[in-house]
């Protein structure tokens, strides 16, 4: 565990109602579950705690709770459950009534902040795909409105929430988590300001820094990120994993050792003058980036800056714990 010393791991609460979608957002993001499968999900009944860390770079628990929860039954340990550090994911289900989730939230945010006021609260308007293009913002403006009325009536200005509009059957819903994954990741500041170096030193557009699997980005360059170049990075792991799937490495009994190791790497040239660059950082990690095929005239100097930068990666977070920052020393075009 790289990221994370021992149990001071960040964890990821999801919450909502029943059948607001959390079960749905879990597999979907986390275990390749594809979206039409999770029409067959059991409602869930019980805080149900996923560890991914065995998959997943971040290292994270979801806990899934069952929609109705008492938090004054003596077996809720609230202490245990909303403290440390971490974020709480609560799920709207935007093509229903909302009203009940509305309160089901405010009782929620209440009571966590009074447990832990640090922790990061963050709303998933869920299942977008159901509401007219138009009516989207509106929704989330409403739905803002009153949570925020509401906290600001009981005196609780100080909690700030953020708000995603999300669904399954798009990229939405991780680029949300990729956002809240971020906010929980101390090293961000560090991260980015790498991306920026590697990417002005290497003439790189824009640079994701990947967890493969799921397919969050846990850090990006500074530039805006528009969603039309997070879903080609997605896009191109896919084909990645998909390819090294089929064909890659597999032990004598035809299982896979493994679709992404420390040379996993991929060139995809686009026919708008646009080149995709894969690139493994490690166990878990992949920079993905968009390359102006002008700027692609010298391979040489990419690799190069990215063996740098790959090492600086790694030393940020193995020396995360004396609070230095990575030296990143790079050859510019
Ligand atoms: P949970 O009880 O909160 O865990 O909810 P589930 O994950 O079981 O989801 C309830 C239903 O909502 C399932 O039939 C899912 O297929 C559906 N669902 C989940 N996410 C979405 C979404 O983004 N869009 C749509 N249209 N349906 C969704």
Redesign the pocket.
Known sequence: NMLFPNDQKPKILLM?L????????QNVVFHKMSPNE??F?E??NKIVTDDISNTSFVQFKIL?FP?QIDFFEPSFDSEKIFGGQGALVF?IDA?DDYMDALNRLHETVIRAYKVNPKLKFEVFI??V??LPDDSRIDTQRDINKRVTDELNDSGMEGIHLSFYL????DHSIFEAFSKVVQKIIPQLPTLEKLLNIFNSSSGIDKAFLFDVWSKIYIATDSSPVDMQSYELCCDMIDVVLDISNIYGLRDGEGEHLAAFDKDSASIIKLNNSTVLYLRQVSRFLALVCIINEDNFQRPGLINYNFLCFREAIIEVFEIANQKNDGILALVSN
């Open positions: 909502g029943r059948r607001s979608g959390k079960s749905s957002i999770t029409l999900l409602s869930t899934d929609g799920v093509q869920h299942k795909d159901g999300t669904s399954i059957y």
